[in-house]
């Protein structure tokens, strides 16, 4: 299925139906009185997460969206029908934005999350509701509300823990493929991976965190070269960016530090928060490197690099140094996450003690 993380829809709630004016005629009864009945409800459109979904393709096409106008009211105390709703299912992470006043409608953090988008419009009155003691005879109804129409972007925002972030061939998909269930292409060849990969990575019982990759980046990104930045915004909701750095290029003219010092900068270009999120260094492709230069090679880049973060070294291929990198990313995502409140159950929660009994003249229990 394409990848599709952005997407302008129009959404259209129905009209409500119009009141109506009648009234009761039947043989042997002179007096009937009114019997129009009031106009029923137009449907209203909403947005709902959807944990199964994970691109917005199916609104690149069908872009008009629009719900059913309610019934007109009629004679005989006959209420209009109110038209159903329209529910629209997006992905989790799912940013709803109004084009033409640029407010944020929603955001679809939860699965099942149900967002108004459009409220259909309420049914007009028909003459028996205009009835009373003074108005035996009323001749006037209201006309049904119009819906409200409005113009959406859609943005998608993946939901994971931790992101990784490096040059094309860093080796982010392998490591992914090595840490997880995920299966994206790999391949001996730059921009391999085209859209953003999502791989849920188990620790343990109960625990597990998740991590996307994203397609690499390349100097020059903030002006369009490569795929530029428009991926970035999949890592906006990480608590932690992983900054994979290929040890071992496969020309001897690349520097792999001066590639890592670009990566940062492209990254402060595009976003400061981003920029700022805990960063660890993973230097990738240690089987590449012989054995008894790994030592000096590592020191020698972080010395260049001035990093004072962390660093681990690992080969995503081997996933040698795969498990500690793991558990140190595991105890950091858990520290950071709220923990569970608990509701006690009250059929269990002993009852507060019943207060010991005064003996004062003055307590008001002895008036």
Wanted: aromatic share 8%; glycine share 10%.
């Amino acid at each position: 299925m394409k990848f599709v993380d952005e997407a302008y829809i129009d959404v259209a709630a129905g009209n409500g139906g119009n009141g109506c004016v009648s009234f009761r005629r039947e043989k042997f009864i002179p007096f009937g009185g009114p019997n129009g009945g009031d106009g029923g409800r137009g449907g209203s459109v909403y947005a709902v997460g959807d944990r199964n979904l994970n691109t917005l393709v199916d609104f690149r096409y069908a872009r008009r969206h629009e719900a059913r106008n309610g019934e007109h009211g009629r004679g005989s105390d006959q209420f209009g029908a109110a038209a159903d709703d329209i529910v629209l299912r997006m992905p989790v992470g799912t940013i709803i934005t109004d084009v033409d006043t640029g407010e944020v409608v929603a955001e679809l953090l939860v699965p099942g999350e149900k967002v108004l988008l459009a409220k259909g419009g309420d049914g007009g009155f028909g003459n028996l509701h205009f009835k009373s003691s003074t108005n035996r005879a009323p001749r006037q109804r209201t006309m049904g509300w119009p819906g409200e129409q409005r113009k959406l972007k859609l943005e998608l925002r993946v939901l994971a823990d931790v992101g990784l972030l490096g040059m094309p061939n860093a080796g982010k998909s392998t490591l992914i493929a090595a840490i997880s269930n995920a299966r994206p292409k790999i391949a001996d060849y730059p921009f391999t991976t085209l859209h953003p990969n999502l791989g849920v990575v188990r620790v343990g019982p109960e625990q597990s965190f998740v991590v996307a990759d994203v397609p690499g980046l390349i100097e020059g990104a903030a002006e369009g070269a490569g795929l530029g930045h428009q991926f970035l915004r999949h890592l906006q909701r990480t608590r932690l960016l992983l900054h994979l750095v290929d040890l071992a290029p496969f020309d001897d003219g690349t520097d792999p530090v001066a590639q890592a010092k670009a990566i940062v900068a492209e990254l402060k270009k595009y976003d400061k928060t981003l920029y700022e999120k805990p960063r660890w260094l993973v230097l990738n492709k240690l089987d590449m490197v012989p054995e008894d230069e790994r030592a000096a090679r590592v020191k020698d880049f972080v010395k260049r690099m001035r990093w004072k973060g962390p660093v681990f070294e690992i080969s995503a291929l081997t996933r040698e140094g795969c498990e500690p990198l793991v558990r140190a990313i595991y105890d950091h995502v858990a520290a950071l996450r709220e923990p569970d409140v608990e509701v006690p159950d009250v059929r269990f929660v002993p009852e507060a003690a019943a207060p010991a009994p005064s003996h004062d003249p003055d307590d008001p229990r002895f008036r």
